[in-house]
């Protein structure tokens, strides 16, 4: 009896020694913060559209999506006008002028094949562009829900530049966590709006809103695997660090 004991405790050890074994080696483990699509609108840069609801469509450049997911944008106003300003850390962003409620930038992606998204972007107003903006999404294009509102801030002290990120790092990064929607989970139509609040206020406390006020976003990242306790926050084009003396440096010889 007591060496059957022995023997079936012998028995769950192995067993439970190989399907440690087997979930350590047997299958790849899952990128957190995967890029699945990013825009940063250095390779695709908008076209300027002058006096037109419609912004012109961007495709993605980076992540799994790349050449296939979109952005775009709609405003009410028939003047409105679509440019690509310095962004932050780069030379180009997607800008637009006469802003009313209801006004939004717009990400179409596919996420067949992955879940738990998370998305990030840089966002700022002119003095006299909009304050106040909230996030919705939709499977259908038709049908929206809002997941949260967030607040731009005035480009001004410190502005965006072509020579690096405002300082301190993710000072006008906005990022949501989605992974409670389900919803956006491998599904063949995900739509992200950015949606100008009613009222607009302007980002400028004791400025008022213009219809020349603009409002410029940049460094779109959309994540899937998205973990926010690792911190996808990652400002463009950072300078490589280069071995100097003294280093040891490592490498794989072909």
Known sequence: MIQNSKRLLVDIRLVVGVGILATCWGAPARAANDLHAGWTFQSFTPADVTDNSTGPSVLAELG??????????????????????????????YSVTNWTAGDYYQVLVDTTGVMDLGLQFDQVSSLTGPRDFMLQYSTDGSSFTTFGSYVVQPNTTPSWSSAGPVSPAGLDTVVFDLRSIT?????????????????????????TAAANGTNRIDNISLFSD?????????????AP???????IVMGLSS
């Open 241 to 247: 660090v280069l071995p100097v003396a003294g280093d």
């Open 226 to 238: 998205f973990d926010p306790a690792q911190s996808p926050i990652q400002q463009p084009f950072a």
């Open 64 to 93: 799994n999506q790349t050449s296939i997911a979109t952005l775009t944008g709609f405003h009410t106003s028939a003047q409105s006008d679509w440019t690509s300003p310095i962004g932050n850390g780069s030379s180009e962003s």
């Open 183 to 207: 919803a956006l989970n491998n599904t063949a139509s995900v739509y992200l709006r950015m949606t100008a609040s009613n009222p607009i206020v302007a980002a400028q406390p004791g400025s």
